[in-house]
């Protein structure tokens, strides 16, 4: 039997509609930064985040998760300033001409809020509910949220990354924030949980994750993994140019796709997106 975390086939609340009853889900990358390891600098300009955040809707995006601060490795931190002032006009034109929930990609309490603000429907924190002020703003607005691990900061987390059994520890860290987000009044099914492929794991823990990638979505909540263009691919297949590693990003995808991942984030929708049909369909 299902928990209450992943039982409904579609998610409703009152800023969105997420529809699980074909398969998995797509959630499309628009990074509006300059510095970003696979698209830095494409988008910043705001005509041109809003073109592509409504590119990918026509591609078959059930997600916009839109993020104005790098969290790459070796990625400086922000001044929320500055997120909000990328990301905040971009959601809103979004939000106004697509009923697709956009997702704001945000460690601060306060983009949070402004992004909420100005039409974003879920948020997407890689800290997964680090500070309760986010916990807070998720339970205070009733909307989804992607909890997702990730060992240290960006600046550091690729330095020595360290475990006694990465699968396990992973789990058990999501699981630690999931009854933090509970004991918030964030409901269940509101959580989605994310390895964090890349963020503090070295190539053989980012295989492991996947390997075992069944174990997260069977832990009774939708499980979400973003893989597309990282290091990782370009290890494994030799693709150095982030853009030339598509083809590596399908193979993430059909496998997580065909252990239940509910939503896979990537940056190529249109090419993704006949991944998941074709995994979906088969199953």
Same mark, same amino acid.
């Given at each position: 039997m299902e928990s209450p975390g992943n039982s409904a086939m579609v998610l409703r609340w009152s800023g969105g509609c997420l529809d699980f009853s074909r398969g998995c889900l797509i959630m499309g990358v628009l990074n509006v930064t300059p510095d @970003?390891? @696979?698209d830095g600098g494409l988008y910043l300009d705001e005509d041109a985040a809003v073109a592509h955040g409504l590119a990918m809707v026509e591609q078959g995006a059930a997600i916009v998760d839109v993020g104005a601060e790098s969290t790459r490795p070796g990625a400086q931190a922000l001044a929320s300033e500055e997120e909000i002032r990328r990301a905040v006009p971009v959601i809103k034109r979004? @939000? !106004?001409? =697509?009923?697709?929930p956009i997702s704001i990609d945000t /460690? &601060? +309490? !306060?983009v949070a809020r402004a992004a909420l603000d100005a039409g974003a429907a879920m948020v997407n924190d890689v800290t997964a509910l680090e500070q309760d002020a986010m916990a807070s703003l998720v339970a205070e607005r009733e909307v989804p949220v992607c909890l997702m691990h990730m060992?240290? /900061? +960006?600046? =550091?987390?690729?330095e020595a990354p360290r475990y006694q059994d990465v699968v396990a !520890?992973?789990?058990?860290?999501?699981?630690k924030r999931v009854e933090k987000a509970v004991h918030f009044g964030i409901p269940r099914d509101h959580l989605l949980l994310d390895p964090g492929i890349g963020?503090? &794991?070295?190539? !053989?823990h980012n295989i492991l994750l996947l390997r075992h990638i069944d174990r997260f979505a069977r832990l009774g909540y939708r499980c979400l993994v973003g893989a597309s263009r990282k290091h990782m691919i370009g290890q494994l297949t030799g693709k150095e140019d982030p853009a030339d590693r598509v083809f590596g990003t399908?193979?993430?995808v059909a496998h997580c796709v065909a252990k239940d991942v509910s939503i896979v984030r990537v940056h190529d929708v249109d090419a993704m997106m006949d991944v998941v049909k074709v995994i979906n369909a088969i199953r």
């Open positions: @970003s390891f @696979s979004l @939000s !106004e001409q =697509t009923r697709v /460690r &601060k +309490p !306060e060992q240290g /900061r +960006p600046a =550091t987390m690729q !520890e992973v789990i058990g860290f999501l699981l963020f503090g &794991k070295t190539l !053989e399908a193979a993430t």
